[in-house]
């Protein structure tokens, strides 16, 4: 098995039989999908009931939150890569998968681009660096829709679940500083809805957001790098972003040159016509 897909969920039917719709019509079929449920009452347990012979694993039971719910999800996973799917999230494209493992590919964690999408309908693409550093960990994380990790490395090194929001952060920093290798692919993994812990806006949820990134800097950075990051990591951000839209900037510049030729051509030709008539 290649890949587990991995999804927890939590009375979001709706959501859920969402996801597995973008599952099932991925034109790449050696994947296992697993759901972790935390005890629904809004028809779930029979959803999953129904699709029984489709899935892997399923249980629909209470759990100590998100990240200990995707950590149940990592012990049935026989896949060498698992991604972690939550209900609502989707591919973006029906060969995601397919695109991922066109190439032989054997980095330990796979990544790529998402695509945010918000409760009014807008959309925001988020676009990784090709190469990731300490950097841009310091005020960046990939969402994990975009990752595919080495199963054998979640199980090793599960979810830290003391991190209630970004334990997945904070799990990417820690096989960084390992020396793990990291390998982007430039496609848009998944469409990512926002709405839960780590992209809330509620008071709480900033504040324990907040404190949280402040324990990921205090154990992964020096003090000195940490007041020295403080200042230069909004500037980092708009370069890392910069430098990732170049090639969308320089298509578009060889189109403008094309057509602004064409339009010069077009009316030396209309000058040369009307002088001759």
Not at 56 to 65: I, R
Not at 203 to 223: C, G, S
Request: charge should be negative; glycine fraction near 6%; charged fraction near 25%.
């Amino acid at each position: 098995m290649k890949v587990s897909i991995i999804t927890i969920a939590y009375n979001d039917l709706k959501g859920l039989e969402n996801t597995w719709q973008s599952i099932r019509r991925q034109t790449f079929r050696d994947f296992e999908w697993i759901v972790i449920d935390g005890g629904s009452t809004d028809g779930t347990r029979e959803f999953l009931q129904e699709h029984d012979s489709e899935i892997a694993f399923w249980c629909c039971e209470p759990d100590k939150g998100a990240y200990n719910a995707q950590n149940k999800g990592t012990k049935h996973a026989k896949g060498e890569y698992c991604v972690y799917m939550n209900s609502g999230d989707v591919f973006y494209d029906d060969d995601v998968l397919e695109k991922v493992f066109e190439r032989k590919i054997d980095a330990d964690i796979i990544y790529g681009n998402w695509l945010m999408v918000f409760e009014n309908g807008k959309t925001r693409l988020d676009v990784a660096p090709v190469e990731l550093d300490m950097a841009f960990f310091f005020s960046g994380n990939i969402c994990h829709q975009a990752m595919l990790a080495k199963t054998e490395l979640m199980l090793n090194r599960p979810y830290d679940e003391s991190f209630q929001v970004y334990a997945d952060w904070d799990e990417w920093l820690d096989m960084f500083v390992q020396g793990k290798r990291f390998e982007k692919v430039d496609i848009i993994f998944c469409k990512f809805m926002v709405g839960g812990l780590s992209t809330g806006s509620s008071k709480a949820l900033v504040a324990k957001r907040d404190a949280e990134i402040e324990r990921l800097h205090e154990k992964y950075y020096p003090e000195l790098w940490r007041k020295t990051m403080k200042r230069a990591a909004p500037c980092l951000l708009v370069y890392e972003h910069l430098k990732a839209k170049r090639k969308q900037h320089n298509k578009l510049i060889r189109i403008l040159i094309i057509v602004s030729s064409l339009l010069f051509v077009t009316n030396i030709l209309t000058m040369y016509y009307l002088l001759g008539v």
